[in-house]
Nanobody, 122 residues
């Protein structure tokens, strides 16, 4: 069974950058996609980005394209989320997830990490 562990969150100032990491263990060959989602207090879990593990094809939420970059390291079985020019609206718990279908819906992801907090102050 795939297990995911996120790291790299923290408290930063507006305009700063952070890179989140998600290390996978117990990798399944049936895992097709790794995604990042976020959830702010009182809000639903929101799609951020996903990457096709085999091809490297990426998709981003429209509002985040250009500031966030997803990437993977196949050897380390790790996916990254580089976040630049952060603003207070990016404050949330960020989760990585593994799935078998390319989807923006969190319901299509069967395995989740514990989440890492990102707090951006103005």
């Amino acid at each position: 069974q795939v297990q995911l562990v996120e790291s790299g969150g923290g408290s930063v100032q507006a305009g700063d950058s952070l890179r989140l990491s998600c290390a996978a263990s117990g990798w399944s060959e049936r895992t097709l996609v790794m995604g990042w989602f976020r959830q702010a207090p009182g809000k639903e879990r929101e799609f951020v980005s996903y990457i096709n593990w085999d091809s490297g094809y990426t998709i981003y939420a429209d509002s985040l394209r250009g500031r966030f970059t997803i990437s993977r390291d196949n050897a380390k079985v790790t996916v990254y989320l580089q976040m630049n020019n952060l603003n207070p609206e990016d404050t949330a718990v960020y989760y990585c997830a593994a799935g078998r279908l390319l989807s923006r819906s969190p319901r299509q992801y069967g395995t989740w990490g514990q989440g890492t907090q990102v707090t951006v102050s103005s």
